[in-house]
């Protein structure tokens, strides 16, 4: 019996029907206190340039699906405060980017770097959210952009070393892509699991990398991932699969 079930999705593009909203909120609720619902960004619709002023509809649909996290995507990032701010401002839950800073001083930053769950199945929960880099302190663009970016596994290194000994369990919700995320496992062998998105690959029981597992539900709706997590001698043990949404 799992102590704990952690549902995630990635990729979603907008594409998350009624219908759908429904089966996720009946599976979230179905595991109580002992589950999570992940995403791993990406799952609005707008592009990188423009933003719909009165936010994502994609967001309140996951807020009424039960979301408990999720990762920004390039799709939910805008180099404009405002537009940042908008693109996530429908979220009732935490939106999470630790390798995402202000350019300005004392500038607010519309995610959080990291959230704890206290209580999941009795397990201490730490899940940080990274996002493949979309405008650095070398490129041109960061001139007229608000926010830069950070390298996200070295981000990923410095969050598991901050967070590893206050939690039982430790996720990695990122938007980097699969070769990024092997990376972000070998150079931070104290994540648990990664929960991925980005590349749309498709892990059926996903993939080891170390004691790291990393998961990734293909793209727009289509597919829910599941991962299975029991505790022996205080370490978690995984089980990986993928349904149909």
Known sequence: MSALTILHTNDMHGRLMPDQVTRLRQ???????????????????????????????????????????????????????????????????????????????????????????????????????????????RMAASAVSAFVFDDPVESARDLCAEMRDQCDVLVCISHCGLGQDRRIAQAAPGIDLIVGGHTHATLPEGEAVGETLIV??????????????????????????LEAL
């Open 27 to 137: 599976a979230r609720a179905d595991l109580g206190a002992a589950g999570l619902l992940l995403d791993a960004g990406d799952a609005v619709s707008s592009g990188n340039i423009t933003f719909r002023p009165g936010g994502e509809p994609m967001l309140e649909r996951m807020s009424r699906a039960g979301y408990d996290a999720m990762a920004t995507g390039n799709r939910e990032f805008h180099v404009t405060s405002l537009g940042f701010r908008t693109k996530v401002s429908c979220a009732e839950f935490p939106v999470l980017c630790a390798n995402v800073r202000a350019r300005k001083a004392g500038a607010a930053v519309p995610t959080l770097r990291n959230h704890t769950f206290d209580a999941v199945g009795c397990i201490r929960v730490g899940v940080f959210g990274v996002m493949a880099p979309m405008v650095t302190e």
């Open 216 to 241: 990734q539900a293909g793209c727009h709706a289509k597919l829910l991932g599941r991962v299975e997590v029991s505790m022996d001698a205080g370490r978690p043990r995984m089980r990986a699969s």
